[in-house]
């Protein structure tokens, strides 16, 4: 099982969120197999580049972040919207409730959409985010991250994750990437260096490739 | 191949998610059916409320069709009902959407479902999504669904929102993530 459950006592806060009855198995219906079909019209191209968003250009380490989403068969998923959102360089989230003393930069907001194309692939440039400290227990800093949130092609689709960097020295200590149980799992979570996507005297690239479970429809079948 | 695990949305999603407007609208000016408020609470284990949590709605138009091409009655979908709305919980947990009461959708035997409203929560310390339905407390065809009816008994309830007893267009629906009460919820 890829997901982590829902308690995972070392993150305190579930105690007091997580449910504890077990998961009632749905009967496969339309409702779970239909779901939100977005348009170009919920993106433009400055919605994807996240330095391109205020008059001057943030501060930090410019990085283009790519991948392919696709199906548990390989198969790619096209026009679905992905929306991230991150801190800044200094690891500050443009937030009220975030009072981490770290600069706010007047030049980055954090958030970002974009459609997949027709091979299922996303692109964003944006600037590498901050290592950001909470108080889940003593001395408890988050791995540089980026939220992303994907709809796929149905309500059972539905994917809220987090992005890690590769070689980042916190990821040992962060009990949010290690609730989910397994190795293998885990290492879905993280980019990979991609030196062919990088752009040269400008930007460097990481490779974050999504899959998706899922139904699909398929009505009135026996 | 593997799918990529869930992680947390943590208390952050509202730069990018809620503020994403283009998609917050469930029904448009002129959507068919009987219009209703809906309020949804999400609650704790100890019933305090989730004052940074986001609630997504997906629901069938007035005539239980759904606003995608999967659904075999696609052409007569409602054009001016969208179908999906998300929105961030204020301070007391809850969120206000507007929305019409769905007709019945299809099942995939060819058997009619109950209205419903399919539900995301997504909250800082929860590691996934939390999926359940809301059904309407009263509605004759509750007693058919085979969704309901495959939920434990002693728990269905938990599935019903309810309709304010001097508005009859309000209805209500806590989502408790745990506790007592906890909501019945789904293996998606």
Not at chain 1, 168 to 175: K, S
């Amino acid at each position: 099982m890829a997901d982590p459950d829902y308690l995972y006592v070392p993150y305190r806060l579930t105690i007091l969120r997580a449910p504890r009855q077990p998961l009632v198995v749905l009967p496969e219906t339309l409702s779970e197999c239909t779901g939100p079909v977005f348009g170009h019209d919920s993106v433009t191209e400055s919605c994807s580049d996240l330095t391109r968003q205020h008059a001057g250009e943030p501060m930090g380490q410019r990085i283009i972040v790519t991948g392919r989403v696709s199906d548990e068969d390989g198969r790619p998923i096209t026009n679905t919207l992905v929306e991230i959102w991150q801190a800044n360089a200094a690891g500050r989230y443009f937030h009220e409730v975030d009072r981490h003393d770290a600069p706010l930069d007047p030049n980055f907001t954090g958030g970002g959409r974009a459609l997949t194309d027709s091979n299922g692939c996303y692109r964003f440039t944006t600037i590498k985010p901050g290592a950001y400290p909470w108080q889940n227990h003593k001395n408890a800093w988050r791995p540089a991250h980026i939220h992303f949130s994907l709809f796929g092609a149905s309500f059972s689709s539905r994917l809220i994750t987090q992005m890690y960097f590769p070689g980042d020295p916190l990821l040992d200590f962060d009990p949010i990437f290690h609730s989910v149980p397994d190795e293998s799992s885990r290492q879905l979570l993280i980019a990979r260096f991609d030196l062919a996507a990088t752009k040269p005297e400008w930007a460097l690239a990481y490779r974050f490739d999504i899959v998706l479970r899922g139904r699909h429809a398929t009505p009135f079948e026996a | 191949m593997q799918p990529t695990p869930s992680q947390t949305i943590g208390p952050f999603f509202h730069i990018a998610l809620p503020a994403n407007e283009n998609i917050a609208h469930i029904a448009g000016p002129g959507a068919e059916g009987d219009a209703l408020t809906l309020i949804c609470r999400v609650l704790d284990a100890v019933g305090a409320p989730a004052d940074d949590a986001m609630i997504e709605l997906w629901q069938a138009d007035a005539s239980g069709v759904y606003n995608h091409p999967d659904d075999p009655r696609y052409a007569d979908h409602d054009p001016a009902f969208h179908g999906f709305a998300r929105m961030a919980t204020n301070a007391q947990g809850a969120c206000v959407f507007q929305t019409v009461k769905p007709g019945r959708p299809a099942d995939l035997n060819g058997a009619m479902q109950a209205p419903h409203i399919n539900v995301s929560v997504f909250a800082r310390g929860l590691m996934k999504r939390a999926a359940t339905r809301i059904y309407f407390e009263g509605d004759p065809a509750n007693a058919q669904d085979r969704v309901l009816s495959c939920a434990p008994e002693q728990r269905r309830s938990t599935l019903l929102a309810h309709r304010d007893a001097s508005q009859p267009s309000l209805w209500r629906f806590d989502l408790h993530l745990a506790g007592p009460d906890e909501t019945i919820f789904f293996a998606i």
